[in-house]
Structures are given as structure tokens and as C-alpha cells.
């Protein structure tokens, strides 16, 4: 079947790393996607992986291993506007569900 | 440009009843979803329109959940006979192409159903 888990809540200090884990299991596995989702707003891109390796954008960086199954965003220099959930999304060459999210981590950045 | 856009915002409707939802995506786009999210969880998808092919309804939970795409733009989700479980908030989201493309989301519609 298709899964994908993350942890549902994690707590960090301003101006503090903080890495979000996501492992995910399909077929047909095309590429992995991260999204950030305001309470109350709607989902907004975040970053992309295809391949493997690491990708960064400013102060964000998202990591893939398709081997392992397992992706990582990893947020640096934590600001407050940053409390939000994090949304991990497979998508999928083949088959149905052609994209399947994981149910988010909250985040919480504490001054 | 303009985003996605989704009506209504709210909707509140009697169990039993049948709502409309309206999605107008991004001009250009030919990929189109539907999602659920219920309060504190994840989105749950619901079917994918791609261009002129056949859509991909495999997350309809059931017959009463029904959408169209009009002149591959518009996008309308039909719930008949709505219940209370039906409540939750409904997402649309465009991309220019298939599935290794961002995708675009609109505000949502939040449905109520009491």
C-alpha cells in the first residue's frame, strides 16, 4: 500500500535548526514534495526532490533518498513565522492517487 | 496573475441536501485536483484532472462525490445527499503539467454540514 509518515508535532526556539523527517513507501515513485501550511490558510510549496541528494533554498533545504525511502526538510535560523504544519507529498508516475500527502508535522517556534 | 480561486468561501448546508463547489484554477494550467482536509489532519485526495484524459477518481469516498471539469478549466464538486461527515474544508489546486509540478492551491471552501 502507500504510506507516509511524519512526526505529528515538534517544538523549537527561534533562531534554532530544525530537521522534520518523513519516510514513505509506494510504487511508482516520481518525486517528493514539501509544502507549508499556515493554520487556517492554504498549502504553498515549499520545495521539490527528485533525485537524490540535498537542495537548498535560503534558509530551507530538503533532502531525498530514494533508496532509503526518506526525505528531510531541514529549516535553519527559526524565525516565529515559521510556526506552521509541514506537509510531506509523494507523487507518483503510475498508478492511482497520484499524489499523496502525509498528514503534516506541526511546528511551533518559541522565543 | 490571478490564482486559484474557490466558491464559495463557506457554505453551510442541511444533511441531505447537495452542495456545489466551484474551483477556477491558475489560466494555462492543465493538471487540477481536489483535496480534503478535516480539521487537523492531512489532505486527503480526492481525484486529478489532466488535460483531456480520464480523470483519476480512485479517492472519491463514495458515489455521492462526483466532479467535472468544463473546457479543461472550471472544476465543479458535487456532494448529493451531504453528511455530517462530509464536513471538513475542500482544496483545489492547479499545475502547469503532471505530477513533477508544485501545485497551486486555492483558499478552500470550508463546508458545514449540519
Known amino acids: 500500500g502507500q504510506n507516509i509518515d511524519q512526526p505529528t508535532e515538534m517544538t523549537a526556539t527561534e533562531g534554532a535548526i530544525v530537521q522534520i523527517n518523513c519516510t514513505y513507501q509506494t510504487s511508482g515513485f516520481n518525486g517528493l514534495f514539501w509544502y507549508q501550511q499556515h493554520a487556517g490558510e492554504a498549502p504553498t510549496f515549499l520545495s521539490y526532490?527528485?533525485?537524490?541528494g540535498l537542495e537548498e533554498k535560503g534558509r530551507f533545504s530538503s533532502f531525498l533518498s530514494r533508496s532509503k525511502g526518506y526525505s528531510y526538510l531541514l529549516l535553519k535560523e527559526l524565525q516565529m513565522k515559521d510556526s506552521a504544519s509541514y506537509l510531506c507529498a509523494v507523487s507518483r508516475v503510475s498508478g492511482t492517487y497520484k499524489y499523496i500527502f502525509g498528514t503534516g508535522t506541526r511546528l511551533k517556534v518559541l522565543a | 496573475g490571478a490564482g486559484v480561486s474557490q466558491s464559495p468561501s463557506n457554505k453551510v448546508t442541511e444533511k441531505g441536501k447537495d452542495v456545489e463547489l466551484r474551483c477556477d484554477p491558475i489560466s494555462g494550467h492543465t493538471a487540477l485536483y481536489w483535496y480534503r482536509q478535516s480539521l487537523g489532519q492531512g489532505l486527503e485526495f480526492l481525484i486529478y484532472?489532466?488535460?483531456?484524459?480520464?480523470?483519476?477518481k480512485s479517492g472519491l469516498p463514495s458515489d455521492r462525490f462526483s466532479a467535472e471539469r468544463t473546457g479543461g478549466s472550471v472544476s465543479t464538486l458535487t456532494i448529493q445527499r451531504t453528511q455530517q461527515e462530509d464536513s471538513a474544508v475542500y482544496l483545489c489546486a492547479s499545475s502547469p503539467g503532471t505530477v513533477s509540478y508544485e501545485q497551486y492551491f486555492g483558499p478552500g471552501t470550508r463546508l458545514t454540514v449540519t
Open positions: 526532490n527528485v533525485l537524490d
Open positions: 484532472f489532466q488535460g483531456n484524459s480520464a480523470p483519476d
